[in-house]
């Protein structure tokens, strides 16, 4: 009997579903898959960034075995990116990797520090139309970032990238237990090495490293002139990362129908550019293209994927240099060409969906694209987005706030009512409204169907009231909801309206 109690008073621990053998087989594949794709862009990105492409390489080992276990999005792969790049790349030119480094280190401690502060709340704000803008950039920049690998380049990577895409397209449709992108790379490998058919390989991007990542701190000495030099690159650092893996974890969130925990994937993605830092790499973030090819193209679904992703990069680099060096790159490029198609809305851009959505909306799109197109950053892209939004926002309610009148019936006082949101773009229109010359003695102002925002909304009532005074007329204003009865108190009269 005690035994029976003891069963049911005692919580049953959950499984983790990686355990069960088909899950556990699409995670290990779609690692193997995540870290083939890696490699040439961790070296893409050190060449960048200035500095040895074991940098870039042993940051995308650190970050991503590091966020499988501290971040909050399961499956999403973070790793060395271009962003981060382009971010550190003057100090790297200009003082070396060891500044570098410690950028990165003060970067992530900068990280946590915003998560603590709860920077993750604020992805509330971010509009579907910058998200849907976000996508569609993402995956012109993915296909933009292939087009150099196509370029000046022997025949037969043509035929090669033809055969990888048709066996990505095909193959799903005959069977999904092993993922598509593997087997093009596999199949297009061996034909390259068996038929010693010389086209661009991933020995051809940069040396691989022959010896595992060293925990370390930076050369530098550690002093305020140290710190003012890398703390403006550190604070880059921290807000672009941020925002891209936000944005990739809340992408990721639609795709699987599935919540994360974006504040532990904020405070997460700062732990993993300290440690990354500690073992000589230079940062990241959430990797877009790598996610997208994780779980949407191999089906991945948990920590497992990303964890592996990064071990398997490490082996293949270290251990297996010689046999990852020979992948030809037509096989990767053929992986992300599906992976932008993939990720491109293309409802949002058909006719019938650019018919029926607002201009506003449609116009916050494309200025996401075109910063981000014409930055070749994301983060900027989305910056310009919700900038926009906020701008058309504003005019939109602006125009909301209508004023009606009518006069008492013994034609001793006029009442106005004013109806909408009281904000700096609506209210600098409400003190035209009034007929001041010709109302009676005594106006009275209804704001039943209004709120007040902020002090120009006060400064625009203090308004209204002086330029009555100065005709002898008194004014009310009545109805005021607590909120808006709140600010108007504080500041009604404080503002210097008049002087």
Aim: hydrophobic share 55%.
């Amino acid at each position: 009997m005690s035994s029976v109690l003891s069963a049911v008073v005692r919580p049953r621990l959950s499984r983790p579903s990686w355990l069960s053998p088909k899950v556990f087989r699409t995670e290990v594949l779609a690692g193997l898959v995540v870290a083939l794709a890696l490699i040439p862009e961790a070296i893409s990105f050190s060449i960048l960034a200035g500095v040895d492409p074991r940098v870039g390489l042993f940051a995308s080992f650190t970050m991503a075995v590091t966020i499988a276990i501290c971040g909050g999005r399961p499956a999403m792969i973070s790793a060395a990116t271009g962003a981060i790049a382009l971010v550190v790349a003057p100090l790297a030119r200009e003082h070396g990797l060891d500044y570098l480094i410690a950028a990165v280190i003060l970067g992530g401690a900068i990280q946590i520090l915003l998560a603590a502060l709860g920077v993750a709340k604020l992805m509330r704000f971010i509009p579907r139309s910058v998200m849907v803008g976000f996508v569609n950039a993402l995956a012109i920049l993915i296909f933009a970032a292939q087009i150099p690998h196509l370029l000046g380049v022997p025949w037969l990577v043509y035929p090669l990238v033809a055969v990888a895409l048709a066996i990505m397209v095909g193959l799903p449709r005959l069977t999904r237990a092993v993922p598509a992108p593997l087997v093009a790379i596999v199949v297009l490998t061996v034909v390259t090495v068996v038929a010693g058919v010389a086209v661009p390989t991933v020995g051809d991007e940069g040396a691989l490293p022959d010896s595992l990542p060293t925990l370390g701190l930076p050369q530098i000495p550690w002093t305020m002139d140290t710190l003012t030099l890398v703390a403006p690159y550190a604070v880059g650092i921290a807000l672009v990362g941020l925002m891209e893996s936000l944005m990739t974890a809340k992408l990721v969130d639609d795709i699987t129908d599935t919540p994360s925990n974006k504040t532990r994937e904020s405070w997460g993605q700062g732990v993993a550019n300290i440690v990354t830092g500690f073992f000589g790499g230079m940062g990241g973030c959430a990797m877009i293209g790598q996610t997208m090819i994780n779980v949407k193209a191999s089906g991945a679904r948990t920590r497992l994927s990303t964890f592996l992703a990064g071990v398997f990069l490490l082996v293949l680099v270290v251990a297996l240099g010689d046999v990852a060096a020979v992948i030809p790159m037509a096989a990767l490029v053929a992986v992300m060409i599906i992976v932008a198609v993939s990720t491109f809305d293309w409802h949002s851009v058909t006719p019938a969906t650019l018919k029926r959505m607002p201009y506003g909306e449609t116009i916050v799109m494309l200025a996401t694209v075109g910063t981000t197109l014409a930055t070749h950053n994301l983060a900027i892209g989305v910056v310009a987005g919700v900038l926009a939004a906020m701008v058309i926002f504003a005019r939109r309610v602006a125009h909301l706030v209508e004023v009606t009148s009518v006069l008492d019936p013994d034609g001793t006082t006029r009442i106005y009512s004013v109806h909408g949101e009281l904000f700096f773009a609506s209210s600098n229109d409400l003190v035209g409204q009034f007929d001041y010359a010709n109302d009676p003695d005594t106006v009275v102002i209804d704001m039943t169907h209004a709120h007040v925002w902020d002090a120009s909304s006060v400064a625009a009532l203090d308004a209204i009231t002086t330029k009555y005074a100065a005709r002898g007329k008194a004014v009310e204003i009545i109805e005021l909801n607590q909120p808006s009865a709140r600010i108007h108190d504080s500041l009604a009269g404080q503002l210097g309206v008049g002087h």
